[in-house]
């Protein structure tokens, strides 16, 4: 942009530091809004295509700020992962995830899985898998309850670290899901490279369902069944969209039609629930 000349520069320049300013701040308050634990989870729940049962919620981090109020999770994610910051903003996430679903499914006698995001920076600390370790023994939660989210454009940055910690994690006896799929770079064959269980396709190839989008979504679905990886659809928010997809052999859904994101205490009452 620079080499444009120096009209775009000035131009560009003062709302350039504004939103450096807002990110520097946020990270700030980011910051000890994880130690004054001014965070909270909410749970999204993901159903059993074939069954209809529930089986288990992808825990997702809210920011209740002191003035600007709820701030999405997609802006300060960003920061965070800017910095350091998203691994005591992460660990904070896993831990609590585990504590709470350690405890819903002892009250209920239940399998639920957890779903946990993690970004590739934390995923590259070498202590990650001994972190997950930790908090698995800490909070009781048997390991195949915990499944963490990897995007496929955060891998793809680095291949061979990421690969090697997924290894470590499958041997541990965590589960992994590739999120956001489709929306990277990578071509279907990476899967093969991948140590994943699940693979979560992107709402952006839910949404033209059922009236276009089809074939993509049914060769996503073919392929991931030919190398044993189940898949979940995101951001399911109509009935038709929910027919279609399990009738085209889609292991399990999330989205606003069976849920929304809820506090813990919504999300207990719910155990043992059924759609349809
Ligand atoms: P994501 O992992 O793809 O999470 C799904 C997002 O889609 C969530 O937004 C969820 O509320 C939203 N969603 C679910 N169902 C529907 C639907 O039917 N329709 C629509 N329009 N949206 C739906 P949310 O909670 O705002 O999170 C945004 C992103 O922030 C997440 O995307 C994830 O990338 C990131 N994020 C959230 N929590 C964490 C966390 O604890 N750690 C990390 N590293 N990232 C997180
Ligand atoms: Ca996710
Ligand atoms: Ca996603
Ligand atoms: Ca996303």
Redesign the pocket.
Do not use: F, K, M
């Given at each position: 942009a620079k080499s444009t000349g120096k009209n775009v520069a000035v131009a560009f320049h003062p709302s350039m530091t504004v939103e450096a300013h807002r990110r520097a701040r946020l990270e700030t308050e980011l910051r000890k809004a994880i130690d004054a634990d001014a965070l909270h989870l909410?749970y999204?729940p993901q159903f059993d295509c074939r069954t209809s049962q529930l089986i288990g919620a992808?825990?997702?981090?809210r920011w209740t700020h002191p003035s600007d109020g709820e701030i999405?999770?997609?802006e300060f994610?960003p920061v965070a992962?800017g910095s350091e910051l998203?691994v005591a903003?992460?660990q904070w996430?896993l831990r609590r995830a585990c504590l709470d679903a350690a405890r819903w499914n002892a009250e209920h006698d239940t399998a639920i899985h957890v779903s946990?995001?993690?970004?590739a920076r934390q995923l590259r600390q070498a202590q990650f898998t001994e972190q997950v370790k930790a908090v698995l023994d800490e909070s009781g939660l048997a390991s195949p309850l915990l499944e963490l989210?990897l995007?496929e454009s955060q891998l793809m940055a680095n291949m061979a670290v990421g690969v090697e910690a997924m290894q470590q994690l499958r041997t541990a006896g965590v589960r992994l899901a590739l999120?956001?799929f489709g929306t990277g770079y990578s071509s279907l064959s990476y899967l093969q490279s991948f140590p994943v269980n699940n693979l979560k396709i992107d709402?952006s190839f839910i949404r033209p369902l059922p009236q276009a989008g089809q074939p993509i979504v049914a060769a996503i679905i073919s392929m991931a069944r030919s190398f044993g990886i189940a898949v979940v659809a995101?951001?399911?928010?109509e009935p038709s969209q929910l027919a279609w997809l399990c009738d085209a052999g889609c292991d399990i859904v999330?989205?606003?039609?069976t849920g929304?994101?809820m506090p813990v205490a919504q999300f207990r009452e719910l155990l043992g629930a059924e759609i349809c």
């Open positions: 909410v999204q992808e825990a997702l981090v999405s999770p997609a994610i992962e998203i903003l992460g996430v946990v995001n993690v970004s989210e995007t999120d956001d709402r995101e951001g399911v928010e999330q989205g606003y039609l929304r994101p």
